[in-house]
């Protein structure tokens, strides 16, 4: 197998009728490069284009602010204390003004169209070119094409779960590729986006993809069996609709192909569990700090990713040593990430804490701070509730920020930090502890002499200490999964200002397990799973291959030490004897907490308001520790974004048309 980072060859493609950016402005005023049929009628051109399909995965996955439309509003984020609007409208608390115009819900739409487009020209041009060249080396490989296919059904997907029913028809045709302008666009329904586009082409991945890599990176069929099982799970709970959510544009909740949910649900059930069985090269990691340290990217469970590499900004995407906090740099790891540099000690006895003790450093623990977003209280205390057993609380947050001057440029033997002790470079300068202690003692006010983001101390300890009731909009466990990573920081604080030069995780093998036990949970019909993670098939057992891993360490990030255990037995013996949808939940956020995931899990289920309708934190200054119950305003027609409002003006349409295309209430 070739190990080979992707790069993006070519531009976008226009069409037009699809809004770029934060800007309202559309293409035909904005020309930009495109690819033209006569391009993808080579061997080439397809390759090009296809290699242009998995760049634009950095434009989505790893952008901060699509990002912020995944987690802020669930129970898993809320704005920061450096939140914009961008932040707070995305809560629905009414800290924000959401509307047609925010910028978050756009990124989507505005960023997949012109990728979706180039796989309709890949596909649409590859047959014609096989057709024309049969018998000869210039046929184009059908797992070649079928990576395009699975790159339009993940973009559609993407879409459908976000908006509703979209258009299949850009300008040329339903899945045509698009070379003119066009100012017109009609939404198709929710069934014909699913049964025309995704599951067609996912079934042509799954048949026609190969069981091992063309690329590092690249798909296979068992990452095309993945979202075929997660696209086929969503919409069984669509057909189902338990609580009533609307739908549009409007239509029956029937299958055009006359299956009902629990088919779908079956479909889901069998897929995911025959990708477990024969799993070609994915595997779990042995330990969840193994998913995901630094060191250990592009591992066996990362099955999809936006790749980025430090070795090259032409094939990074994105500068080395600056930020652009703009896609194609990965930097959603920013945004929940407090700014810890204002933790100061002191360099003069206990005199003064003026002292930054724990510098920014482009390290996993670390990284750069923007505090645009910050987790609930309730992340702590409910979902994280066994941080001894479950290593997935150590292996996500960093909760403890170690002392690093030494790479700044402070020289000091030692400081001295909480009770007026002193502390060496490495050791724990604060702390985030996993429960709430009454032996903590928080400063009445900040001082000179005292802490300088509001942490408390505790006897005989020179770190200063934050219990999980104390968890605020400025201060928080830092997001340690999604830190960046770099060999080529030396002994400095490297290049913390950059986007992270990690591949952002976008599928995982983990999730195939999760899919069937949820499934399962629906009605499916179970049967034992043979082969490396054999089991009897059931949500309770499936989920238990998930929970006996997450029971086993090697590291501890709180530490910063080799930390060997195995807690899987205990972790098992946890495990409810019955399942339902709601534990499921809960161990996905265990697993894939702020990977954004949250929004489409919490909507395909419809728990959206009831598991996020409410949550706490403290305020927005350091030493505020008053708890607040907030609550959101989550309604039913809110479980579809609305449609960018960049979109409806640039339409050619009269004013009742492109009423009819938004979404209700909106």
Same mark, same amino acid.
């Given at each position: 197998?070739?190990?080979?980072?992707?790069?993006?060859?070519?531009?976008?493609?226009?069409?037009?009728?699809?809004?770029?950016?934060?800007?309202?402005?559309?293409?035909?005023?904005?020309?930009?490069?495109?690819?033209?049929?006569?391009?993808?009628?080579?061997?080439?051109?397809?390759?090009?284009?296809?290699?242009?399909?998995?760049?634009?995965?950095?434009?989505?996955? &790893?952008?901060?602010?699509?990002?912020?439309?995944?987690?802020?509003?669930?129970? #898993?984020?809320?704005?920061?204390?450096?939140?914009?609007?961008?932040?707070?409208?995305?809560?629905?608390? &009414?800290?924000?003004?959401?509307?047609?115009?925010?910028?978050?819900?756009?990124?989507?739409?505005?960023?997949?169209?012109?990728?979706?487009?180039?796989?309709?020209?890949?596909?649409?041009?590859?047959?014609?070119?096989?057709?024309?060249?049969?018998?000869?080396?210039?046929?184009?490989?059908?797992?070649?094409?079928?990576?395009?296919?699975?790159?339009?059904?993940?973009?559609?997907?993407?879409?459908?779960?976000?908006?509703?029913?979209?258009?299949?028809?850009?300008?040329?045709?339903?899945?045509?590729?698009?070379?003119?302008?066009? =100012?017109?666009?009609?939404?198709?329904?929710?069934?014909?986006?699913?049964?025309?586009?995704?599951?067609?082409?996912?079934?042509?991945?799954?048949?026609?993809?190969?069981?091992?890599?063309?690329?590092?990176?690249?798909?296979?069929?068992?990452?095309?069996?993945?979202?075929?099982?997660?696209?086929?799970?969503?919409?069984?709970?669509?057909?189902?609709?338990?609580?009533?959510?609307?739908? @549009?544009?409007?239509?029956?909740?029937?299958?055009?192909?006359?299956?009902?949910?629990?088919?779908?649900?079956?479909?889901?059930?069998?897929?995911?569990?025959?990708?477990?069985?024969?799993?070609?090269?994915?595997?779990?990691?042995?330990?969840?700090?193994?998913?995901?340290? &630094?060191?250990?990217?592009?591992?066996?469970?990362?099955?999809?990713?936006?790749?980025?590499?430090?070795?090259?900004?032409?094939?990074?995407?994105? /500068?080395?040593?600056?930020?652009?906090?703009?896609?194609?740099?990965?930097?959603?790891?920013?945004?929940?990430? +407090?700014? @810890?540099?204002?933790?100061?000690? /002191?360099?003069?006895?206990?005199?003064?804490?003026?002292?930054?003790?724990?510098?920014?450093?482009?390290?996993?623990?670390?990284?750069?701070?923007?505090?645009?977003?910050?987790?609930?209280?309730?992340?702590?205390?409910?979902?994280?509730?066994?941080?001894?057993?479950?290593?997935?609380?150590?292996?996500?947050?960093?909760?403890?920020?170690?002392?690093? +001057?030494?790479?700044?440029?402070?020289?000091?033997?030692?400081?001295?930090?909480?009770?007026?002790?002193?502390?060496?470079?490495?050791?724990?300068?604060?702390?985030?502890?996993?429960?709430?202690?009454?032996?903590?003692?928080?400063?009445?006010?900040?001082?000179?002499?005292?802490?300088?983001?509001?942490?408390?101390?505790?006897?005989?300890?020179?770190?200063?200490?934050?219990?999980?009731?104390?968890?605020?909009?400025?201060?928080?466990?830092?997001?340690?999964?999604?830190?960046?990573?770099?060999?080529?920081?030396?002994?400095?604080?490297?290049?913390?200002?950059?986007?992270?030069?990690?591949?952002?995780?976008?599928?995982?093998?983990?999730?195939?397990?999760?899919?069937?036990?949820?499934?399962?949970?629906?009605?499916?019909?179970?049967?034992?799973?043979?082969?490396?993670?054999?089991?009897?098939?059931?949500?309770?057992?499936?989920?238990?291959?998930? =929970?006996?891993?997450?029971?086993?360490?090697?590291?501890?990030?709180?530490?910063?030490?080799?930390?060997?255990?195995?807690?899987?037995?205990?972790?098992?013996?946890?495990?409810?004897?019955?399942?339902?949808?709601?534990?499921?939940?809960?161990?996905?956020?265990?697993?894939?907490?702020? #990977?954004?995931? =949250?929004?489409?899990?919490?909507?395909?289920?419809?728990?959206?308001?009831?598991?996020?309708?409410?949550?706490?934190?403290?305020?927005?200054?350091?030493?505020?520790?008053?708890?607040?119950?907030?609550?959101?305003?989550?309604?039913?027609?809110?479980?579809?974004?609305?449609?960018?409002?960049?979109?409806?003006?640039?339409?050619?349409?009269?004013?009742?048309?492109?009423?009819? @295309?938004?979404?209700?209430?909106?």
């Amino acid at each position: 197998m070739k190990s080979k980072y992707i790069k993006s060859l070519m531009g976008t493609v226009l069409v037009s009728m699809f809004l770029m950016g934060c800007s309202s402005d559309i293409l035909t005023e904005n020309p930009r490069n495109f690819y033209t049929p006569g391009y993808f009628q080579t061997k080439a051109g397809i390759l090009g284009g296809v290699t242009a399909l998995y760049s634009n995965l950095r434009n989505l996955n &790893g952008q901060a602010y699509y990002f912020n439309s995944c987690e802020t509003g669930t129970d #898993e984020a809320t704005w920061g204390q450096s939140a914009d609007g961008n932040f707070t409208s995305m809560d629905y608390s &009414g800290a924000g003004t959401f509307n047609t115009a925010t910028y978050p819900i756009s990124i989507l739409w505005s960023t997949v169209y012109s990728n979706i487009n180039t796989a309709n020209g890949i596909i649409e041009n590859a047959l014609l070119v096989n057709a024309s060249k049969k018998g000869t080396s210039d046929t184009i490989p059908g797992s070649l094409i079928a990576e395009a296919n699975f790159m339009r059904a993940y973009d559609y997907f993407l879409l459908v779960q976000r908006y509703g029913g979209v258009p299949l028809d850009l300008g040329s045709g339903n899945l045509k590729f698009n070379t003119n302008p066009s =100012r017109t666009s009609v939404r198709n329904t929710v069934p014909e986006v699913y049964t025309k586009c995704i599951f067609t082409d996912l079934l042509t991945a799954v048949n026609t993809l190969p069981e091992t890599q063309r690329l590092t990176g690249t798909v296979t069929k068992q990452v095309a069996q993945l979202l075929l099982a997660k696209a086929y799970l969503t919409y069984a709970w669509w057909l189902q609709n338990p609580n009533n959510i609307p739908t @549009y544009p409007l239509s029956d909740r029937t299958d055009p192909n006359g299956k009902d949910a629990t088919w779908y649900f079956q479909q889901a059930y069998n897929l995911a569990t025959a990708a477990i069985a024969n799993p070609g090269s994915y595997a779990l990691q042995a330990t969840y700090y193994d998913v995901n340290v &630094g060191s250990n990217d592009r591992n066996k469970e990362m099955m999809l990713y936006a790749d980025h590499t430090q070795a090259s900004q032409q094939y990074n995407g994105g /500068s080395l040593t600056s930020g652009s906090a703009g896609a194609p740099d990965n930097f959603a790891g920013w945004m929940l990430t +407090w700014n @810890y540099p204002t933790i100061t000690s /002191s360099g003069d006895g206990g005199a003064t804490y003026k002292v930054s003790s724990v510098v920014r450093v482009s390290t996993q623990d670390l990284g750069r701070p923007w505090v645009r977003m910050a987790p609930p209280i309730g992340v702590f205390k409910n979902t994280f509730a066994d941080k001894t057993n479950d290593s997935r609380y150590d292996g996500t947050f960093t909760t403890v920020y170690h002392a690093n +001057w030494l790479m700044g440029t402070n020289t000091s033997a030692s400081l001295v930090n909480a009770n007026g002790m002193s502390v060496l470079p490495g050791a724990p300068i604060l702390s985030f502890l996993s429960a709430d202690d009454p032996a903590i003692v928080y400063p009445a006010a900040l001082t000179g002499g005292s802490s300088s983001v509001g942490a408390g101390t505790m006897p005989g300890r020179a770190d200063w200490v934050v219990g999980p009731s104390a968890i605020s909009r400025i201060i928080y466990p830092g997001l340690w999964k999604l830190g960046p990573y770099r060999t080529d920081n030396g002994t400095g604080i490297g290049n913390p200002n950059a986007g992270s030069t990690r591949p952002f995780p976008i599928l995982k093998f983990s999730e195939l397990f999760f899919i069937a036990a949820e499934a399962a949970v629906k009605g499916a019909t179970v049967t034992s799973v043979t082969g490396t993670y054999a089991n009897d098939g059931t949500a309770k057992g499936l989920i238990n291959i998930i =929970r006996a891993r997450a029971g086993k360490w090697r590291y501890s990030n709180a530490q910063n030490a080799v930390v060997v255990a195995d807690n899987s037995a205990a972790m098992i013996a946890a495990t409810p004897a019955t399942i339902d949808i709601n534990y499921i939940l809960a161990e996905r956020s265990r697993e894939y907490y702020g #990977e954004g995931y =949250r929004i489409f899990d919490l909507r395909r289920t419809q728990t959206w308001a009831d598991i996020a309708g409410t949550y706490q934190i403290c305020g927005v200054k350091f030493g505020d520790r008053t708890v607040q119950t907030v609550t959101r305003t989550i309604l039913p027609a809110n479980y579809l974004d609305p449609i960018p409002q960049g979109q409806i003006d640039g339409m050619d349409m009269t004013a009742a048309e492109k009423a009819a @295309y938004q979404n209700p209430g909106y």
